[in-house]
Nanobody, 126 residues
Framework: QVHLVESGGGAVRAGGSLRLSCSAS??????????MAWYRQFPEKQKELVAA???????TYGDFVKGRFTVSIDYTKNTMYLQMNSLKPEDTGVYYC??????????????????WGQGTRITVSS
């Protein structure tokens, strides 16, 4: 069982930055064969992929990111990060950490396991 805990959410003005962290603990935690991802969710909407990362620095991002966010992972610390710059009010929502795997061989595709953090809220004001 893997336990995921997000941190780093908060309130910022449009154009500002935040850095989210997700720490994994539990049996096995995160191996180099695993990938991790950030999802976000708006009220009455399904979660959508923000960014995912796997070993070797393979990443994939949601189309709306457009170069504003950078995802990274430190397997030695079982921790994933999301650096978010140029935040917009439409980025407001709850951001969740997830454990999964990355399909490679072309455009990377992230497949999530059913391991989720409790979420961290981001509020971007105009």
């Amino acid at each position: 069982q893997v336990h995921l805990v997000e941190s780093g959410g908060g309130a910022v003005r449009a154009g500002g930055s935040l850095r989210l962290s997700c720490s994994a603990s539990g049996s096995g935690s995160v191996s180099s064969s695993d990938a991790m991802a950030w999802y976000r969710q708006f009220p009455e909407k399904q979660k959508e992929l923000v960014a995912a990362v796997s070993s070797g620095g393979v990443t994939t991002y949601g189309d709306f990111v457009k170069g504003r966010f950078t995802v990274s992972i430190d397997y030695t610390k079982n921790t994933m990060y999301l650096q978010m710059n140029s935040l917009k009010p439409e980025d407001t929502g709850v951001y969740y950490c997830n454990l999964g795997r990355m399909l490679r061989g072309g455009t990377p595709i992230y497949l999530h396991y059913d391991y989720w953090g409790q979420g961290t809220r981001i509020t971007v004001s105009s």
